[in-house]
């Protein structure tokens, strides 16, 4: 999108928020963490999917994967 010209990625939290912050010349504040002990399985989210989901995932939300 041309009206964007940085994006805070969620795999990158603290280090995308750091460099926007830097950028707009703002104050860094330390971001809260939320339900990080709900979780009950311990578990990477790729355990989650199978061949057919992924493939659903993939076509669904080809744009956003590609960037």
Known sequence: NDCIDSYVH???L?????ALCDSLGV???QLPRYKTNR???KRH???YYNDSMREMVATQ???LIKF
């Open 10 to 12: 969620f795999e990158s």
């Open 14 to 18: 603290e280090t995308d928020y750091s």
């Open 27 to 29: 104050p860094r504040r």
């Open 39 to 41: 979780r009950k399985l």
């Open 45 to 47: 989210y790729s355990h």
């Open 61 to 63: 939300f080809e744009t």
